[in-house]
T-cell receptor
Framework: DAGVTQSPTHLIKTRGQQVTLRCSPI?????VSWYQQVLGQGPQFIFQ???????GRGNFPDRFSARQFPNYSSELNVNALLLGDSALYLC?????????????FGQGTRLTVV | DQQVKQNSPSLSVQEGRISILNCDYT??????FLWYKKYPAEGPTFLIS?????DKNEDGRFTVFLNKSAKHLSLHIVPSQPGDSAVYFC?????????????FGTGTRLQVTL
């Protein structure tokens, strides 16, 4: 079975640009969460989606948005990129929006803003 | 405000010995805790979890201890192996693991030497 897949694995953007990151959850998983990991820090929660609805939002500006599609894949969009948005963006999938049954992370997308 | 703290950024242990990684938390609402291991260029991998109704959970070489009164948990790895060298993240959530987000610590880099 394929694990959580994220694309692209790396990308470089210029300040002010917009970026879209993609995540395909494990087959059968209906919940997707997004995390941002800045160098030297632990992952920070951005969003959680379940059954195409937002279930939670972290302390991130409105420049960050996400959605989940009928096939449970998800996109994270970031507008008006800032240098501080440079980070590893992680997607996690789970059967339901809970962690007691396990949550599995993808390898991440490394975003560099120059 | 760092609600989950891993005060040791790094730890070096000889192969075959015990590795002890520590984690402290401040939020009394946290009642479910997880440990993740992360290799470079990979997403975090789930290791072991513990609910606040328990004070110990064991899985093979990994044991997690929870001291609720001290708001402290630790991960013991016995015996340590070179393949255990990675960054270890402690994470916490609420609702018995059903809340929408994980709050991570900043990680401890474990190096297991020969």
């Amino acid at each position: 079975d394929a694990g959580v897949t994220q694309s692209p694995t790396h990308l470089i953007k210029t300040r002010g640009q917009q970026v879209t990151l993609r995540c395909s959850p494990i087959s059968g998983h209906k919940s997707v969460s997004w995390y941002q990991q800045v160098l030297g820090q632990g992952p920070q929660f951005i969003f959680q989606y379940y059954e195409k609805e937002e279930r939670g939002r972290g302390n991130f500006p409105d420049r960050f948005s996400a959605r989940q599609f009928p096939n449970y894949s998800s996109e994270l969009n970031v507008n008006a990129l800032l240098l501080g948005d440079s980070a590893l963006y992680l997607c996690a999938s789970s059967l339901v929006p809970a962690f007691d049954l396990g949550a599995f992370f993808g390898q991440g997308t490394r975003l560099t803003v120059v | 405000d760092q609600q989950v703290k891993q005060n040791s950024p790094s730890l070096s242990v000889q192969e075959g010995r015990i590795s002890i990684l520590n984690c402290d938390y401040t939020n009394s609402m946290f009642d479910y805790f997880l440990w993740y291991k992360k290799y470079p260029a990979e997403g975090p991998t789930f290791l072991i979890s513990i609910s606040s109704i328990k004070d110990k959970n064991e899985d093979g070489r990994f044991t997690v201890f929870l001291n609720k009164s001290a708001k402290h948990l630790s991960l013991h790895i016995v015996p340590s192996q070179p393949g255990d060298s990675a960054v270890y993240f402690c994470a916490a959530t609420s609702g018995g693991g059903t809340a929408s987000k994980l709050t991570f610590g900043t990680g401890t880099r474990l190096q297991v030497t020969l």
